[in-house]
């Protein structure tokens, strides 16, 4: 049912900014050079709720082929919630990615709200804040990603994530004063991470490794390259036990926690390798 004097249409780039900003007024802390590769990652897939004129609402709803997608960015400002324009560009959003397995990380007081929209739970995720050493250090076969072959870091970054995701693995490795390295063994790539600035401190992800000896090199050169004491944040899947224990040994504590839910099956993805998550946003 149509809402008076509200609309959804396909939101420009610019509009994507205004979202980036509420994201940052929910706490989210998103990266500072998010929007570009997020936009180029599915430039259809990002809504916009128009109430009397005023953006009020966005939703994203990234498609990764024809058989995975991501929901994200679902925000009503506040003055505006309550009126069932969060539901209209739901549903928008869904039947863009209609026919796909989707996924989204979801805060917890809105898990069993997402659960009656048919979305299930997989596993929990933990935001861990810890600090930069400010001083640039990386253990042997720790190298920049720029030195490391494009299709073997794309066939790695495959096993991790239900679909294909080339575009925007590309661009999210060369994000502006970004830092993208890989960990190196006998000329094969075991483990890759990313770390970037956000609107408060910066932070790791993905971080993904074979063992718990490439995800600690990978963490510690990271860490290296944020500002000493600056706030640097790894979001954990609370499966992963090895995870935690890197948070733990590296003194950081938990922040914030997350949901992952799927329409469908879960994925199977190798949670033992994850020992940070992409994004919440778009996976």
Known sequence: MSIEGYMVRKMT?????????????????????????FFAADPEGFF??????????????VAYGDSFGFLGFYIVQPPFRGRGLG????????????????????????????ERKGFQPCYRSVRHQGTGIGQKRGAEGIKYLSEV?????????????????????????????????????????????????????????PLFANDKKA?????????GHAPQGAPVFLDTPEQNSAALDLAKRHHMHPVFETVRMYTREDPGLPMDRIYGVTSFELG
């Not at 995800?215 to 860490?223: G, H, K, M, P, V």
Request: glycine share 12%; net charge negative; with cysteine.
């Open 48 to 61: 916009v709720g128009i109430f009397e004129g005023k953006p009020v609402a966005s939703i994203s709803v």
């Open 149 to 205: 072959p494009m299709e073997d870091l794309l066939a790695y970054d495959d096993q991790f994530f239900p679909a294909p995701r080339h575009a925007f693995t590309k661009s999210w490795i060369r994000q502006p004063g970004g830092i993208a390295i890989g960990a190196l063994n006998k000329g094969e790539l075991v483990g890759y991470g990313v770390l970037r600035e956000c609107h408060q401190g910066h932070k790791i992800g």
């Open 215 to 223: 995800a600690d090199d990978l963490f510690s050169a990271l860490c």
């Open 87 to 114: 539901t209209e560009i739901w549903n928008v959003g869904m039947k863009h990615l209609e026919g796909r397995n989707i996924g989204l990380d979801g805060v917890l007081a809105q898990q069993t709200q997402y």
């Open 13 to 37: 780039r610019r509009e994507f900014d205004l979202a980036i900003s509420w994201a940052g007024s929910e706490g989210w802390n998103p990266g500072i050079h998010d929007a570009e590769t």
